[in-house]
């Protein structure tokens, strides 16, 4: 499993057990949320159960975890199989890719959103009209970019399935989105919507003056060497993705899962990214350093990171509160993703197919957990099911986090 040090971006590969017993972990922090050292230690008896669990009951095939610090990894660790066959290839978090779906809104389209924000070129307060002129005159012109981010634009959660398949191709679809209407005032409530990011992805486009995947692959990707993240992969990795879907009795990988993001030719803001939960926790450790690479140069400023991580809409009475791009806590879930214990400051995200990334600042603490539960579930209720082993991990994590 690797070590990922902030000196060496490359692979250093080392026995299990040598991660487990001598991962360099820095010193926890004691912010606010972080509770009394617990028992549980970073190892196999700690999470493999949790995971395996979900598995046993149908939820998913397969599912890749990464727990670490912002400078090294304590635990790493794939579990079952791509398909529900056991010929099928074991899942490991190094090779391993999964349609992150909803994943990519804060891997891809908000990471680029700070850049262009800290170049200048994108303001959290302009109205979206300002780099969408389709939208002027539009009753969702006055929309702000940070309203956006923060899912507080009043716009609905995305074009129902019938609509959506009724449009012959993304001309049509954008056309769709622009569109839209809010559907409550905006800046008055949470409504986390799939056209936010679409539009955001558009913002980035434009403003940019190329597409988000390619603004993505060389100002964030390969600095932070993400050799196994991207859009639209090809075919000779389909071997090594996790299925999403079956058709006429073949497993269906590579191809993006959502509707909206197959309809953009596999590359729009709200999905679209495929990963390794290696790289995954790379990003993770990404934003736990505050915005520098590992080799300590700064791609973002720490300033920039903490804007977008802190808390942006928390309208209470058991509702989620959003950061900007990212989800933030409380999540307004009865069992919560980001489990009981993470400390107040959290930021997270997960994804339909069945991913999740959780980063708890204050204990220098990330949690990476892939699955690909959208393939041929055998449980009655996968997502409650998967939704509990989420909690029950980031809460081992967490117990065994503050034990060191």
């Given at each position: ?29 004691r ?37 670490g ?9 794939g ?29 891809a ?19 979206v ?13 006055g ?30 679809l ?18 986390y ?22 603004f ?31 058709w ?20 729009s ?9 290696a ?10 350093r ?35 791009g ?5 999540t ?10 993470f400390?107040p400051?959290?930021f ?20 990476v ?7 041929a ?25 503050d034990?060191?």
């Amino acid at each position: 499993m690797p070590v990922v040090q902030p000196a060496d971006p490359g692979r250093v590969v080392l026995a299990l057990v040598l991660v487990l017993q001598t991962g360099s972990a820095a010193a926890p922090g004691r912010g606010p949320g972080v509770g009394p050292p617990g028992r549980a230690p970073f190892d196999a008896a700690t999470f493999d159960p949790l995971v395996q669990d979900g598995i046993r009951a149908g939820a998913y095939p397969g599912a890749a975890l990464v727990v670490g610090r912002h400078d090294t990894i304590r635990f790493a660790h794939g579990y079952g199989h791509l398909t529900w066959s056991v010929s099928s290839p074991a899942v490991d978090p190094d090779s391993t890719l999964y349609d992150l779906a909803s994943l990519t809104k804060v891997i891809a389209t908000t990471p680029a959103l700070m850049l262009l924000v800290e170049r200048g070129t994108v303001k959290l307060d302009a109205p979206v009209a300002t780099y969408i002129p389709e939208l002027a005159g539009t009753a969702a012109a006055g929309v702000t970019v940070g309203q956006l981010l923060a899912h507080t634009s009043g716009l609905r959660a995305d074009i129902p399935d019938p609509e959506l398949k009724a449009l012959p191709d993304s001309t049509a679809l954008m056309r769709r989105v622009f569109s839209e209407a809010p559907r409550v005032p905006p800046g008055t409530r949470v409504i986390y919507s799939d056209l936010n990011a679409i539009l955001l992805g558009e913002v980035v486009r434009r403003a940019a003056g190329e597409p988000l995947d390619r603004f993505v692959a060389r100002e964030l990707f390969a600095p932070l060497g993400l050799e196994e993240t991207l859009f639209r992969p090809p075919a000779r990795l389909r071997s090594r993705i996790a299925p999403t879907g079956v058709w006429r009795g073949h497993a269906v990988a590579g191809v993006v899962n959502d509707g909206s993001a197959f309809k953009l030719r596999g590359v729009s803001g709200n999905a679209g990214l495929f990963a390794t939960a290696a790289d995954v926790a790379r990003f993770a450790q990404f934003m736990l350093r505050g915005g520098t690479l590992p080799d300590g140069r700064r791609l973002l400023r720490a300033e920039t990171v903490r804007l977008f991580t802190s808390k942006a809409a928390d309208f209470g009475h058991n509702t989620e509160a959003r950061a900007l791009g990212w989800q933030a806590l409380p999540t307004g879930e009865s069992v919560s993703s980001a489990g009981t214990r993470f400390g107040p400051r959290s930021f997270g995200h997960t994804g339909w197919t069945g991913t999740s990334l959780w980063i708890d600042p204050d204990r220098d603490l990330f949690v990476v957990l892939l699955t690909n539960r959208a393939y041929a579930p055998r449980a009655r209720r996968p997502f409650t099911v998967l939704k509990a082993v989420r909690g029950r991990v980031a809460d081992a994590a967490a117990q065994a986090s503050d034990a060191h």
